[in-house]
T-cell receptor, first 117, second 114 residues
Framework: GDSVTQMEGPVTLSEEAFLTINCTYT??????LFWYVQYPGEGLQLLLK?????DKGSNKGFEATYRKETTSFHLEKGSVQVSDSAVYFC????????????????FGQGTILTVHP | AAGVIQSPRHLIKEKRETATLKCYPI?????VYWYQQGPGQDPQFLIS???????DKGSIPDRFSAQQFSDYHSELNMSSLELGDSALYFC?????????????FGPGTRLLVL
């Protein structure tokens, strides 16, 4: 079945540091890939997405590139801020060609990011 | 822009009681998904509906049922509640482009079973 594996956390950084959160996936078809962010006490917000190989999703300084050859979708940001402190979830939807789902999202275990001033 | 609305936001129930969670999708969205997120866990897919018909089913207990109504809102009914049902329940909706459309999440309903 489909699965998503994120780097083990939590991650603690100083403000303006470089961020990488690793994400790899297993899917039967050609999935779409997402990063969602969850701030304390809130719901999930879509951060960025990519729907085909070599696509780069970007938003608010965050970037991730869909790498089919390595089945990865690592999240990066060049300079983190205190306000980026949250839980980050990598997810896939295997609703595309060859996929087996009707759009349900499969999530990774989440990575807690804490940024200190 | 309008977002997904969930009600209630918080719910406290006793064991063996029933609960009904409601979800109002973004206008013109025809697909609704339900997810359960336990403490410190990733969200787990429960069930989805497309055009008022069940489209997919995940790890939803037999004690739970759900449906989507003619106005596209959805309700998740939970009976014989157990302590382990305490979790954050998310609803997400997506547009008319089919299952490949991006899902937008509501703020969640936090259920506590005592």
């Amino acid at each position: 079945g489909d699965s998503v594996t994120q780097m083990e956390g939590p991650v603690t950084l100083s403000e303006e540091a470089f961020l990488t959160i690793n994400c790899t996936y297993t899917a039967t078809g050609y999935p779409s890939l997402f990063w969602y962010v969850q701030y304390p006490g809130e719901g999930l917000q879509l951060l960025l997405k990519a729907t085909k190989a070599d696509d780069k999703g970007s938003n608010k300084g965050f970037e991730a590139t869909y790498r089919k050859e390595t089945t990865s979708f690592h999240l990066e940001k060049g300079s983190v801020q205190v306000s980026d402190s949250a839980v980050y979830f990598c997810a896939l939807s295997d609703a595309g060609a060859g996929g087996t789902s009707y759009g349900k999202l499969t999530f990774g275990q989440g990575t807690i990011l804490t940024v200190h001033p | 822009a309008a977002g997904v609305i969930q009600s209630p936001r918080h719910l406290i129930k006793e064991k063996r009681e029933t609960a009904t969670l409601k979800c109002y999708p973004i206008p013109r969205h025809d697909t609704v998904y339900w997810y359960q997120q336990g403490p410190g866990q990733d969200p787990q897919f429960l069930i989805s509906f497309y055009e008022k018909m069940q489209s997919d089913k995940g790890s939803i207990p037999d004690r739970f049922s759900a449906q989507q109504f003619s106005d596209y809102h959805s309700e998740l009914n939970m009976s014989s509640l157990e302590l382990g049902d305490s979790a954050l329940y998310f609803c997400a909706s997506s547009g008319a482009g089919g299952p490949q459309e991006t899902q937008y999440f509501g703020p969640g309903t936090r259920l506590l079973v005592l």
